[in-house]
């Protein structure tokens, strides 16, 4: 198989951890024999250094020539006294618009080995194989906006189109999972959430292999924390998904392990780490580069469909924790403490 991939390296540790990943990529392409061409652009706080803007119309070219986008991260101090259209994150925001990236995918996966990160008594945590499918293009956060002294509106909008579009990812997604969705609204009170919940009655209908279960976002946000076990695919609007998908985050305990996708209907999508550009620890040496990897994992399974080196980069990244080595942020008593390089040369070697 052939791809192009657009790497945006970024500011921060973005760079590093990208470096990390690309060169899984590359291991898994020689182990496979496909062939993943690279094209490298600029996007954030660098890009603005570079272009004075933070998504350069270079880049959104390059990324338009491209099969799918590989992402570090954006941000830093330098930049956080800038006006609001030269700010790193503003470009983030203008790359998901940009390309249409409406399902924003979360996995939370127990990772046995580091479970005594976790917040949570290991029992409750060691099931945890979830994944949030976050709507991120429309609702309240892009409503039309209302103030004045006595009062203040925001106005929560979905259509049809745009729910059954995330709805349908979302039974896609479930199938290549367990089997299991778990629709999330407030359908005792929103009409919006009404909307929703006839849409997934609806779509249920073509999916008979898929079990659905709808639940009100209140309850939910409490059951993730007392049987995270309980979850495979949850979908939910764009503000629910934004909460619950931080509340999820927590679950495992390491920022540093998280990835996701940003992806639309034929498949084109944005992987990035969840965490951000780690000024503190940048240049170092020192970042986990485990959740930039396992974007990649997403990137091979939902953009390329290559599920066997999805499943082969997971197994990798698992086995090396299950060996006793960690970065420094995951390191405790009698583990081996590796650098960034030396933890993805072991990711390699599994490989
Ligand atoms: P952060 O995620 O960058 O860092 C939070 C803490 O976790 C820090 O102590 C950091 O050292 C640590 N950390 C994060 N990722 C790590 C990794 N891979 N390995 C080891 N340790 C890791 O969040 P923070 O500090 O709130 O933001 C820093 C900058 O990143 C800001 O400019 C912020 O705007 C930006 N940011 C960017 C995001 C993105 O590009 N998607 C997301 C979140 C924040
Ligand atoms: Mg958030």
Not at 134 to 145: A, D, N
Not at 202 to 215: A, C, R, S
Not at 269 to 293: C, F, M, R, W
Request: with cysteine.
């Amino acid at each position: 198989m052939e791809k192009k991939i657009t790497v945006l390296p970024g500011d921060g540790i973005g760079p590093e951890v990208v470096a990390s990943a690309v060169k899984v990529l590359q291991a898994i392409g020689k182990r496979y024999n496909h062939e993943f061409q690279l094209s490298y652009a600029a996007i954030g706080g660098s890009a603005i250094d570079e272009y004075n803007n933070p998504l350069p119309d270079e880049t959104i070219a390059i990324c338009e020539a491209s099969d799918a986008i590989l992402l570090g991260a954006v941000g830093g101090p330098k930049w956080d006294n800038n006006p609001p259209e030269l700010r790193p994150e503003k470009g983030l925001l203008k790359i998901r618009k940009r390309f249409d990236l409406f399902a924003n995918l979360r996995p939370v996966k127990a990772i046995p080995s580091l479970l005594g990160a976790s917040p949570l008594k290991s029992e409750v945590a060691e099931n945890v194989d979830l994944m949030i499918v976050r709507e991120l293009t429309g609702g309240i956060y892009f409503g039309e906006k209302h103030r004045d002294y006595g009062q203040a509106s925001d106005l929560n909008i979905y259509t049809r189109e745009e729910i059954e579009r995330i709805v349908e990812n979302a039974f896609e997604l479930a199938r290549l999972r367990r089997g299991k969705l778990c629709s999330v609204d407030k359908a005792n009170v929103l009409e919006t959430s009404r909307l929703w919940r006839e849409v997934v009655e609806e779509k249920k209908e073509l999916y008979p292999d898929v079990e659905v279960e709808h639940n009100l976002v209140d309850s939910v946000a409490m059951k993730l924390i007392t049987n995270p076990g309980h979850y495979d695919v949850v979908v939910t609007d764009n503000m629910f998904g934004d909460i619950l998908s931080d509340e999820a985050s927590v679950i495992t305990g390491s920022l540093g392990v998280l990835p996701s996708a940003s992806i639309r209907s034929d498949n084109f999508g944005l992987y990035e780490p969840v965490h951000g550009s780690a000024p503190d620890i940048a240049g170092q040496g020192k970042a986990n580069p485990a959740a930039t990897i396992l974007s990649v994992a997403m990137m091979l399974r939902y953009s390329f469909g290559l599920q066997e080196e999805a499943a082969e980069v997971e197994r990798s990244v698992s086995a090396v924790f299950d060996d006793g080595y960690y970065t420094a942020d995951l390191a405790k008593g009698n583990s081996r403490t590796l650098t960034t390089d030396e933890w993805t040369d072991r990711v390699i070697a599994e490989i």
